[in-house]
C-alpha cells in the first residue's frame, strides 16, 4: 500500500511556472506507476499525465504536451509535475495517483490517491 501527499499548489498568474510534488510512503515505491490528475470547477476528474515505475516512460493528455512534465525520484519516493506557460484553463485541483499494473492502469483507474493540491491560474 502506499500514501500520497500532494504539495505545491497555490496562484500564479498566467503564463508562470509552477511545480506540483507528491511525497510517497509505504514499501516499494519504485513498483508503482504514477499519475497526476486534475479536476476543474465544475468538470469530471480528467488525466494530465502518467510516467513509469522507472520514469523512462511518459505519457500526457494532449491539453498539456510541451507545457508539462511529469518526473519521479524513486530514492526520496517523489513525483513531480513541472508546469510552464500556464493558462487559466490549468485552473484545478490537482492529484497524485499510483498503481502497480503499469501507466495503462494508473491512466484510467489507479489503486491510490492523494488528497490533491488547488492550482488557481489567474489572467
Known amino acids: 500500500q502506499v500514501q500520497l501527499v500532494e504539495s505545491g499548489g497555490g496562484s500564479v498568474q498566467a503564463g508562470g511556472s509552477l511545480r506540483l510534488s507528491c511525497a510517497a510512503s509505504?514499501?516499494?515505491?519504485?513498483?508503482?506507476?504514477m499519475a497526476w490528475f486534475r479536476q476543474a470547477p465544475g468538470k469530471e476528474r480528467a488525466f494530465v499525465a502518467g510516467i513509469s515505475y522507472s520514469g523512462g516512460y511518459t505519457e500526457y493528455a494532449d491539453s498539456v504536451k510541451g507545457r508539462f512534465t511529469i518526473s519521479r525520484d524513486n530514492a526520496e519516493k517523489m513525483v513531480y509535475l513541472q508546469r510552464n506557460r500556464l493558462l487559466t484553463e490549468d485552473t484545478a485541483v490537482y492529484s497524485c495517483?499510483?498503481?502497480?499494473?503499469?501507466?495503462?492502469?494508473?491512466?484510467?483507474?489507479?489503486?491510490?490517491w492523494g488528497q490533491g493540491t488547488q492550482v488557481t491560474v489567474s489572467s
Open positions: 495517483a499510483a498503481d502497480r499494473n503499469g501507466v495503462g492502469v494508473v491512466r484510467r483507474r489507479p489503486a491510490y
Open positions: 509505504g514499501r516499494n515505491f519504485n513498483a508503482y506507476a
